[in-house]
């Protein structure tokens, strides 16, 4: 029993200047850590001994800083790697150092983003203003900062199903016979939304590809056509702005005529694609993006952005609103004070409490400008091109697919061997790449062939890096040749 004369406990640290000693400390060691992020290992596996110290028993009695900050420390060199300038797996953006003077704010801040007055929303409204601007959505569409594109996804394609049920999916769950249609590039987080959303994953179709990855349109139009015929009812196509394995860009602009006819929404994928806008160089193949009723994009893969933020953007707010808004009388709005403000994120989503992502965006946005950005996206897609024209050249590799952005796919084929083994081979030269801490690509499959898959949304790199590649990809091949 608490005695009235006991001190109150708080979490609070009982000694500030031994607190501000140590958090300057461990913001050197950050800052460290991205100033060195050219050298070393890519890939650095977290140690056996290490991965004890995270099967601790649970502590009743707390270290206090000290010890925090050398715990904190000992954990920067096993990542991933994606802040290396030769991480080129699946798609990583590389981060920047300014993102963690913001996330010091966002933390020293803790605004919870769900809605009310403060200054946060503020900074999430004009985060949302920004990017409807750079991918030209109308001044009055719906936005909402997420984790990533596959939450951005979930949301987008719910209200495109409600539109499409007028609304009574809301209360009564969604009308049978939904169909969507969506290449056969597309991400796993499309399939994955339709089961979440109750639309089950045989109702999206895969549409096959023609000879650039991108969505074969007549196909598209013949199989909507004989789902209409069966009776059932198309409302969705979902194109693809950047493609996972090869980046391919879906015709968009047909696309979007093609939902016009038919009556049906159109969604876009541009989870790393749709910020090349941005470039100057890729501009002209996004054409048509500015067109779709909804809009998932990362600010985490080629904005650089540090780990997570992404966004969906929903060419009708009402439409977005409609879809998520569902505020019980203990989070009513008022006119005034700190429950006013026209813009609660809640509306527009399935969270309630939010954290401040829109503070690391802006603050990239804010200090890079998107001139810069544009420029490093620019970049990645020439550093791409170079490395197909070193591939073509160099003995022994072949491409696999051609370079329409920033990923370029490979393999080792050195002659007499057949398919199987080069894919065994491929795959273990990855692995062998990645363990021996030279460089991180991922791999994938290409029209049946087990491809090295080089993805660059890395600001870091340079074509050294890709020359370093090649060699080691040519080195560690002919060690595995039997
Ligand atoms: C990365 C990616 C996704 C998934 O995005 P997350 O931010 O990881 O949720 C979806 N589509 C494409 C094309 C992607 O590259």
Known sequence: MSQPNDPEVTLDP????????????????????????REGRVWTP??????????????????????????????LPYGVGNTHPRFFGWVHGSGTPSNILADMTAAAMNANLGGRDHGAIYVEQQVIAWAREIVGF????????????????????????????????????????????TSAQTHSCVAQAFDVLGLGRDALRQVPVNAAFEMDLDVLREMIADDRAAGLSPFVIIGTAGAVNVGAIDDLDQIADIAATEDMWFHIDGAFGAMAILSERMRPSLKGMERAHSLAF??????????????????????????????????QSAARGLAGGDFWPTDYGPELSRGFRALKVWTQIV????????????????????????????????RLAPVSMNICCFRYAPAGMTDAALDRLNDDIVVGLQEAGIAAPSTTKINGQLAIRVNIT??????????????????IGAKLVP
Request: hydrophobic share 40%.
């Open 367 to 398: 200090s890079q400008g998107t001139d810069k950005l544009g420029a490093v996206i620019t970049q990645n897609c020439a550093q791409a091109s170079y490395l197909a024209d070193l591939v073509d050249k160099t003995k022994d590799l072949e």
């Open 298 to 331: 990362d600010f985490h893969k080629w904005l650089h952005v540090n780990y997570d933020a992404g966004m969906v953007l929903v060419r009708s707010e009402a439409a977005h609103r409609k879809a998520f808004s569902a505020r019980p009388d203990y989070l």
């Open 458 to 475: 890395n600001h870091r790199t340079q074509l050294s890096d890709l020359d370093i590649l090649v060699k080691a990809v040519g080195e």
């Open 14 to 37: 009982a000694d500030w200047q031994a607190f501000r000693r140590d958090a300057h400390q461990m913001l050197d060691a950050a800052i460290n850590k991205m100033e060195t992020a």
């Open 46 to 75: 977290l140690p056996d001994a290490k991965k004890d110290d995270y099967r601790a028993p649970l502590p009743a009695h707390g270290t206090g800083s000290d010890d925090i900050v050398e715990q904190l420390t000992d954990l």
């Open 138 to 181: 109308p001044a009055d569409c719906g936005g909402l900062l997420v984790s990533g594109t596959s939450i951005a996804t979930i949301i987008a394609l719910k209200a495109a199903r409600d539109q499409a049920c007028d609304y009574t999916s809301r209360q009564t769950g969604p009308a049978a016979g939904l169909i969507g249609y």
